[in-house]
């Protein structure tokens, strides 16, 4: 089938950012510096180190980072939680500048040399990525590559949690742990743009306050108060249509039964530890639905992917969410940044300037 004349520029552009990628005489063969890590252990073994440029494979594009975000996923790989091999790039977001296409890139993607995009994918936290470009949102004018690097994980976490994990309805009541934090924050403005009551819960008062300017109704200081008792008395004894947790075996024996009947328990994370010994049978209780989502999975699709980001770029253009940048960080005080996230000293997004 005949291309029209600009599928066909572009294929051509592509085509010729791909043989300046296979040319001998570079740009692809320099290095550069990179926030890398040689074993698992605690935030000293990051260092920022010289690496060589990533090439972008055929499907690949090559962005010039300007803003990595982090996240826990980020000390799961440094801890060794979740396994990696070494040397080892740290950062799973980010956002910058198209710089190269592969030559396979797909034209339905409408990808371009220039264009502002923000990536979920590994190894980002470097001046530059070589990333599928199936996994590359597109920024609107309405958003910054600073807002595009702290949201695109996060944000896509929290809306496919809130609408595919368990979709949220107007009149529901749900529960939201760490409020006051980047992935909680993001959970509680969604749930209130789709009708929830939402009860929070944080462990400061510094922290309640920032939880209640994400929106929430109610703020619990799990700190000293039951969260359990809290959420049976506000909920007249009933509990909540769904629990959004990312804290992980500290709070998930309770998370259960903050759960109404026929509800759902959705665990996300791990933030004080993973689940262990955990019996089935105590779902039948309330006959509660348990889910345990990773982002990659439910954006995997291209199609998937494209639909959720357009909808969570929609909400931030519109200024229904709002990404809440509380620190910035730089490349060589990125474990700085992990030990702010893992130690509890954080709120809302953390994010790391890796170029102007
Ligand atoms: N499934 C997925 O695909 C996916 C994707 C992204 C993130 N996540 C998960 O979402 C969770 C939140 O990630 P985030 O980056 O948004 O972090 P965050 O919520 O900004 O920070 C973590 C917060 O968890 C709370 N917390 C409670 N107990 C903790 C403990 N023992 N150690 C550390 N923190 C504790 C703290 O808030 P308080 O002090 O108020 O308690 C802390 O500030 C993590 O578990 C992460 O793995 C999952």
Not at 270 to 286: H, T
Request: a neutral charge; glycine letters at 10%; charged letters at 20%.
């Amino acid at each position: 089938m005949l291309r029209p004349p600009v599928a066909r520029l572009q294929a051509l552009s592509r085509s010729l950012a791909a043989t300046t990628r296979f040319s001998s005489t570079r740009p692809f063969s320099t290095n550069m510096k990179a926030v890398i890590y040689n074993s698992t252990g605690d935030s000293s073994v990051l260092q920022v180190g010289d690496v060589p440029k990533p090439s972008p494979g055929p499907t690949d594009v090559l962005m010039k980072v300007e803003w990595a975000g982090v996240n826990f996923i980020d000390i799961y790989f440094r801890t060794g939680l979740y396994p990696t091999t070494f040397p080892a790039t740290t950062g799973r977001e980010g956002a910058g500048v198209i710089e190269a296409l592969g030559a396979d890139v797909p034209a339905e993607y409408n990808l371009s040399v220039g264009d502002r995009v923000a990536c979920y994918a590994q190894n980002v936290m470097a001046e530059y990525c070589a990333t599928p470009a199936a996994r590359l949102m597109k920024l609107p004018d309405a958003v910054t590559t600073r807002q595009g690097a702290g949201l695109i994980l996060q944000g896509l976490t929290a809306w496919t949690l809130v609408k595919d994990a368990h979709e949220v309805k107007a009149g529901e009541v749900v529960l939201v742990h760490a409020a006051a934090g980047g992935t909680g924050g993001l959970i509680v403005q969604m749930a209130k743009h789709l009708g929830a009551t939402v009860i929070g819960t944080a462990s400061t008062p510094e922290k309640i306050a920032i939880a209640k300017e994400h929106g929430c109704d109610h703020v619990i200081n799990y700190s000293h108060q039951s969260v359990l008792d809290e959420v049976m008395r506000l909920t007249d004894g009933k509990g909540c249509h769904a629990v959004f947790s990312g804290i992980g075996k500290a709070t998930f024996k309770d998370d259960l039964e903050c759960c109404r009947k026929k509800g759902t328990m959705v665990t996300f994370g791990n933030a004080s530890g993973a689940i262990e010994g955990f019996r089935p049978l105590e779902l039948g209780k309330k006959n509660v639905k348990l889910i345990r989502p990773r982002l990659d999975v439910y954006v995997s699709e291209r199609e998937d992917f494209e639909q959720r980001s357009a909808e969570l770029l929609d909400l931030v253009a519109k200024g229904i969410v709002k990404l809440d940048i509380a620190k910035e960080y730089t490349m060589e005080q990125v474990g700085q940044a992990h030990d702010d996230l893992s130690g509890r000293k954080s709120t809302g997004k953390l994010i790391v300037k890796i170029a102007d």
